[in-house]
């Protein structure tokens, strides 16, 4: 299935406007204070939204040959997900993970959910966001302990608040989708910021 990678991303852009960006008073993962949120989930659980990120991510996939997608719950897990899906219409398909926040208590007592990754694998970390780098410097930790090579770190959307630089100075590649500047805020935020 051919289609322009720019209009998805110019689609994808506009129902992240729309629907993901929220300007006001947030408090982040990374516990510090913010007047911008991006709520990835409102993009990657509706069913258009997640299939753009899928096609994006995918694209991104096929050409550092990926063989597994994956990351830390919660943000990961749609896009690992609808990534896994898309890629078996074609005659490689991905395998999808996800890496827990902490081992398991039970049953098998894994912290990287899904088919087991093997030594050599190139490995694709994704999430929705990216700010300080945090989750994904942890999905890193368990994920590199596999023996595979993590090509990138991939984002939804970069808030160009150090996680890159964090991450980059980790040796960890990373490609975001968009960045905090492509979604100004409202003049009318603006303004009121700054009384």
Known sequence: MKEDPDALRSELHALIAGRAVRFGDFVLTSGRRSNYYFDGKQVTLDG???YLVSRLVLQRCRTLNIDAVGGLTLGADPIASGVAALSGLDAT???AFIVRKQEKEHGTGRIIEGPALQPGMRVLLVDDTLTTGGTFLQAHEYVAATGVEIVEALTVVD???GGREALESRGIAV???????EFPAPDAVVSSSRV
């Open 93 to 95: 398909p991905l395998t």
């Open 159 to 161: 808030r160009e608040e």
């Open 175 to 181: 490609h975001a989708l968009f960045t905090r500047s």
């Open 48 to 50: 258009r939204g997640l």
